[in-house]
């Protein structure tokens, strides 16, 4: 399970979502790696997670991890970090796609709009739907799933129809995992780059024991001027749940950072 718990951190690796940060925060945590102490400041998520346009379709990615550090070692460490070695500096390969969604229009309240027309935001086009760019979440994370954990080491991917925000995985050895994002950040340094964050919960459940986590994503996209080609610089950290009797030592820092370099290709 260790092993498990490692690999299916990845999985939510690619997904980050739209609200916008304070200018640069992103770009200066990503610069101080492996120096993180905290989490990123992040906000309350509600809808589904939003990409730049130049992000739809579907892609072929390439992720290594390059680097993994236990800044809390050897006092404290995560199961798996140690058997995350075999897999540095070996290539995954597997396909992402993005697609185009319909967004509803915002939910105008009378009489607030009335004396607070900021609230409006683009009042003549607040009433008309709106295309918007998310990713394919089961299918990236099943894909994602197949590349690390082997062709039949992933069962199925499911996104709750209520909650585009929480993901149920199933394996095999009656593994579950369920991931649910909590709060999200993201910024746009200029129109080639998207830089995000998000912190989910994650839940990890066999027959005989129960794992609890928090997962951070920080990841910076770069569309590059050759047609069809992204590359992205991602960090995951690991941070203990409350319940974790290493919870309070722990003192909100990270116990375990993951570093991969990405490489997206327009199929």
């Known amino acids: 399970m260790k092993k498990l718990i490692l690999i299916l951190s990845l999985i939510v690796g690619l997904i980050v979502g739209e609200t916008q940060a304070q200018a640069g925060q992103l770009a200066d945590r990503l610069s101080a790696f492996p120096n993180w102490n905290h989490k990123p400041m992040v906000q309350a998520v509600k809808e589904d997670l939003y990409y730049p346009a130049w992000m739809e379709g579907e892609w072929e990615v390439t992720s290594t991890l390059v680097d993994k550090v236990a800044p809390l070692a050897p006092k404290i460490t995560t199961p798996g970090f140690k058997n995350g070695s ?40 607040n009433d008309k739907i709106s295309l918007k760019i998310v990713g394919d979440r089961a299918f990236n994370s099943f894909n994602i799933g197949k590349a690390t954990l082997g062709e039949n ?14 993901q149920l995985t199933v394996l095999p050895g009656n593994l579950e995992l369920t991931s649910t994002v909590t709060g999200r950040s993201s910024e746009i340094p200029s129109e080639d780059r998207f830089i995000a964050t998000e912190i989910s919960q994650q839940l990890f459940e066999s027959s005989s024991q129960i794992y609890l986590n928090e997962v951070e994503t920080t990841t910076a996209y770069q569309v590059k001027s050759e047609v069809g080609s992204i590359v992205a610089d991602q960090v995951t950290a690991v ?29």
């Open 153 to 166: 080491g992933i069962l199925s991917v499911r996104i709750d129809p209520t909650n585009p925000n929480r």
């Open 86 to 125: 075999e897999f540095l500096n070996q290539p995954l390969q597997f396909q992402v796609r993005f697609k185009r969604v319909e967004s509803l229009p915002k939910l105008q309240i009378f009489p607030l709009t009335l004396f607070f027309p900021q609230l409006g935001l683009d009042s003549e086009n």
């Open 239 to 267: 941070y203990l749940s409350p319940k974790d009797p290493n919870f309070f030592e722990a003192s909100g820092h990270p116990v375990a950072l993951y570093r991969y370099q990405l490489k997206l290709v327009k199929r």
